[in-house]
Each structure stands twice: as C-alpha cells, then as structure tokens.
C-alpha cells in the first residue's frame, strides 16, 4: 500500500462489515437464515470487494494526491457502491427466502403462552 489510505480504509470496512451484517440480518431483512452460512456468504462477497476497492482507493489516492479531500471523496464513493452493492447481494443471496422469517420476542413469547394454553 502506497499511502495512508489502504490500512485505514480496512480498518473501517472491517467495522462495517460486522455492524451492517448484524444490522441487516436482524432489522432489514428479519432473518431467521443460518448465522454462520450467511456469514460466509458475506465473506466471499468481501473477499472479491475488498481487494478491488483497496486497489481503487489507493490508485485515485495516489493520483490525485493534489486535492485536497481526495481522501473524503474516494471513501464517499467507496461508501455508496459498497452500500449498493451488499444490498443486492444479501437480498438476492444471502437472505434470498428467508427475509420476515424470524420472530420478535414478543411474538415468540405470546405463541408460547397459546401452546400452553392448548395443552
């Protein structure tokens, strides 16, 4: 890595990457998915994007070392493709047939209580 940007880039795309899965599997999609296969499915997305964006950022970093924010804007680009991206490829892979699947706990408790009821 030529300048500064890589080592700090990875270091929040790291970050990211577990805070958004959690986020996205619990909040967005509502997913009951096996943790562990779609975690590996996020893997393998990061093992093709992170590679790419790392050589990118670092290529227009050391380009365009003249500006000033160039810092800021290649990251800001970086942000809204990996944003768009990972959407589409935990929609359409990694939760694709198991979005709406898991239970709040309210729920969860109140078909409890009507089993017991039942029984």
Request: hydrophobic share 45%.
């Amino acid at each position: 890595m030529e300048n500064e940007y890589g080592p700090m880039y990875l270091i929040a795309l790291i970050l990211s990457v577990v805070w958004n899965f959690t986020f996205n599997r619990k909040f967005t999609f509502k997913s009951a998915n096996n943790v562990p296969i779609a975690m590996l499915k996020v893997f393998g997305y990061y093992l093709v994007f992170t590679p790419v964006s790392t050589v990118l950022g670092n290529y227009f970093t050391a380009k365009f070392a003249s500006l000033t924010a160039i810092n800021y804007i290649v990251l800001g680009i970086t942000m809204i493709v990996n944003m768009v991206t990972e959407y589409l490829f935990d929609k359409f892979v990694v939760f694709r047939g198991s979005e709406g699947t898991a239970q709040n706990k309210k729920s969860a408790k109140k078909d409890d209580e009507q089993v017991k009821e039942q029984a």
